[in-house]
């Protein structure tokens, strides 16, 4: 067992452990244009950051009274989204180091989006990341995405590991709900700095306001590490 005892680690992928938020936005915007929606601003796609690709578009519908069916705008910008993915998605250097770390360790890992399954593979095959992350769980394999707490509970299940050992690294608010909803503890990165003040933060056990500029490996692994002696 390693010296963080029997903690396991749930990542969240987009904006968390890679930003890829730059190439959603690019591809709903892509995807709406094909519509004949011209105005989807940078400040429109920041709403829907930490909900799965599904749900936006279903949100999508309602809000633009899209007439195509959301399988056929889902399999669009899923297209769209895959290609620009596989051009760039840059990883976070210091999120890197903590996998690594965590892999030096021997802790138990998972990742746990709302992306498609192939997308989520994708990355982390195009970003080296799949050396460590082996267990995945996309919102398409379980009833009910971010905030629900099923992405989670799937990915303990996988894991083999107990909810309340396991510790979940999140961006966005509704994964910070889900974490709390699973029973898990949380360290929230948030992406959009703005959402810092919202509810779903203050049930995490550690807060970076400061986003992926305030998050170091080594900061985290201590927190861990402390969290891993109380147990």
Request: net charge negative.
């Amino acid at each position: 067992m390693s010296n963080l005892g029997s903690t396991s680690v749930i990542f969240d992928l987009d904006g968390t452990l890679v930003d890829s938020e730059p190439n959603y936005y690019e591809a709903g915007r892509q995807t709406l244009a094909g519509q004949g929606i011209t105005d989807f601003t940078w400040a429109d796609h920041e709403r829907y950051v930490g909900i799965s690709t599904q749900e936006t578009i279903a949100l999508w519908r309602e809000r633009y009274a899209l007439e195509a069916p959301l399988d056929v705008l889902l399999a669009d910008k899923n297209r769209r989204y895959l290609e620009l993915a596989r051009a760039s998605t840059p990883v976070y250097p210091e999120m890197r180091k903590f996998v690594e770390l965590l892999a030096g360790e021997g802790v138990p890992m998972a990742v746990a989006s709302g992306s498609s399954r192939e997308a989520i593979e994708a990355i982390l095959a195009g970003t080296g990341l799949s050396a460590y992350l082996r267990t995945i769980v996309s919102a398409e394999e379980v009833a009910s995405g971010k905030p629900a707490p099923d992405v989670f509970l799937e990915a303990a299940r996988r894991l083999g590991a107990v909810p309340g050992d396991c510790v979940v690294l999140e961006d966005a608010a509704p994964g910070a709900a889900a974490a709390h909803a699973a029973g898990m503890r949380c360290i929230a990165v948030p992406y959009v700095a703005g959402q810092a003040d919202d509810p779903a933060f203050a049930t995490v056990g550690l807060l970076l306001r400061g986003g992926q500029a305030e998050f170091t490996a080594r900061a985290a692994y201590e927190w861990l590490r402390r969290l891993g002696g109380e147990a």
